[in-house]
């Protein structure tokens, strides 16, 4: 049974920061690309990050220089550090493996950037 369990969300104030992880079993982890999506009350679901099997990075322009995704596959985690939040980031965020025809989602964690 594949899962994806997110964690790491919370409430931070403007200008702060937060490490999501979400940490996968049931899959060849090393394999998939991971994915980074975020999705705000009333809005659809946008790709945030993504970082390739082979670690190549790409990012929603709206988070580059603010944002970075990272992998450890030892530990079949995948990370975002969000950094210099503001309040337009928040929303639920979920991890997402991807690999040909296999797709794969977490639950979710919120992220709430409010003072």
């Known amino acids: 049974q594949v899962q994806l369990v997110e964690s790491g969300g919370g409430l931070v104030q403007p200008g702060g920061s937060l490490k999501l992880s979400c940490a996968a079993s049931?899959?060849?982890?090393?394999?998939?690309?991971m994915r980074w999506y975020r999705q705000a009350p009333g809005k659809q679901r946008d790709l945030v990050a993504t970082?390739?099997?082979?670690?190549?990075?790409y990012y929603a322009d709206s988070v580059k220089g603010r944002f970075t995704i990272s992998r450890d596959n030892a530990k079949n985690t995948v990370y975002l550090q969000l950094n210099s939040l503001n309040p337009e980031d928040t929303a639920v965020y979920y991890c997402?493996?991807?690999?040909?025809?296999?797709?794969?989602w977490g639950q979710g964690t919120q992220v709430t950037v409010s003072s």
């Open positions: 997402n493996a991807v690999r040909e025809r296999y797709d794969y």
């Open positions: 049931g899959i060849n982890f090393s394999f998939y690309a």
């Open positions: 970082i390739t099997s082979g670690r190549s990075t």
